[in-house]
């Protein structure tokens, strides 16, 4: 079963716009989210993290908000450029557990 | 600082060869590792981690072992290559605050 969840593989946004990518989980011991970039043949570069103590975090031109009720995090990127484009995965972490359970990616296209 | 090293970049064997890929992480003590792959088009599968020397657990059933011999090394080992463990072979390291993992640049490994 896939503990997180990302449903959108792609979404193509303006450049200067906004860019609001989901994801959902379904383990409520999840406490410790991150969310990651990634180019083609590269590894995934960290980008931002949130607690589940927190609602909200934000970095720069990213921030990330978690609905624990929901079980569902978003990440918005404003505004966006083209050099965003690529691939975002949402990871969680149940906090003992070492382990880290990633969604299955969203494609992200910034168009010029 | 912390960083991480995998090697070789890209790897191309034949069906049933050995496989040996090697990560190192520096600038830490006592990192917990990881081996992630990510198949054409999909999300990041974790395969293996170990939170100390000799210690390491495996998440799916297959071809695959890992082993850390040392503290800050890492490897992913196979007696027999398959055509289905062609893939992009991530190594992860957590630090000290065992929150953030970071990545390694990844392998490409393509069994022929």
């Known amino acids: 079963d896939q503990q997180v969840k990302q449903n959108s593989p792609s979404l193509s946004v303006q450049e200067g716009r906004i860019s609001i990518l989901n994801c959902d989980y379904t383990?409520?011991?999840?406490?410790?989210f991150l969310w990651y970039k990634k180019y083609p043949a590269e590894g995934p570069t960290f980008l931002i993290s949130?607690?589940?103590?927190?609602d909200k975090n934000e970095d720069g031109r990213f921030t990330v908000f978690l609905n624990k009720s929901a079980k569902h995090l978003s990440l918005h990127i404003v505004p966006s450029q083209p050099g965003d484009s690529a691939v975002y995965f949402c990871?969680?972490?149940?906090?003992?557990?070492?382990?880290?359970?990633f969604g299955t990616g969203t494609r992200l296209k910034v168009l010029a | 600082s912390q960083t991480i090293h995998q090697w070789p970049a890209t790897l191309v064997q034949p069906v049933g060869s050995p496989l040996s890929l090697e990560c190192t992480v520096e600038?830490?003590?006592?990192?917990?590792l990881y081996w992630y792959r990510q198949a054409a088009g999909r999300g990041l599968q974790l395969l293996f981690y170990?939170?100390?020397?000799?210690?390491i657990s495996s998440e799916v059933p297959q071809n695959l072992s890992a082993s850390r011999p040392q503290d800050r090394q890492f490897i992913l080992s196979s007696k027999k290559l398959l055509l289905s463990d062609s893939g992009f072979y991530l190594c992860?390291?957590?630090?000290?605050?065992?929150?953030?993992?970071?990545f390694g640049p990844g392998t490409r490994l393509l069994v022929l």
């Open positions: 600038g830490t003590s006592n990192p917990n």
């Open positions: 949130i607690s589940s103590i927190k």
């Open positions: 990871a969680a972490s149940e906090g003992g557990t070492y382990k880290y359970i």
């Open positions: 170990s939170v100390g020397i000799g210690q």
């Open positions: 992860a390291f957590t630090g000290l605050a065992q929150e953030t993992q970071y």
């Open positions: 383990n409520s011991m999840f406490d410790y």
